[in-house]
């Protein structure tokens, strides 16, 4: 199983960055995915989460209104597009899968992408 997040990178403050995760070797569409991030020194916390349908869709209060998460299960790939990024939202953006009914405990991991906000 492999999940394969892309998309990082250096950006200013209020630009937009789009981040993919791309999975082989499960069923993706039987997984919940979620986002999480990571920033230096900090613990690791939920972004973002969907469903398997795609149907509901779930964000931390922090980026709400600004992340947008969205699935293709014919290819799939879960997607984050962020808007409006602010410095705080610096941190290595990690996609992970859940076939659990809560979003803290997942089953696979994705390897990260550093996302980088500069004010």
């Known amino acids: 199983v492999q999940l394969q997040a892309s998309g990082g990178g250096l950006v200013q403050a209020g630009d937009s960055l789009r981040l993919s995760c791309a999975s082989s070797?499960?069923?993706?569409?039987?997984?919940?995915m979620a986002w999480l991030r990571q920033a230096q020194g900090k613990e690791r916390e939920f972004v973002s989460g969907?469903?398997?349908?795609?149907?509901?869709?779930y964000y931390a209060d922090s980026v709400k209104g600004r992340f947008t998460i969205s699935r293709d299960n014919a290819k799939n790939t879960v997607y984050l597009q962020m808007n409006s990024l602010k410095p705080e939202d610096t941190a290595v953006y990690y996609c992970?899968?859940?076939?659990?009914?809560?979003?803290?405990?997942?089953?696979?991991w994705g390897q990260g992408t550093q996302v980088t906000v500069s004010s």
């Open positions: 070797g499960l069923t993706f569409s039987i997984y919940r």
């Open positions: 992970a899968a859940t076939g659990r009914s809560t979003w803290g405990d997942y089953n696979y």
């Open positions: 969907i469903s398997r349908s795609g149907g509901n869709t």
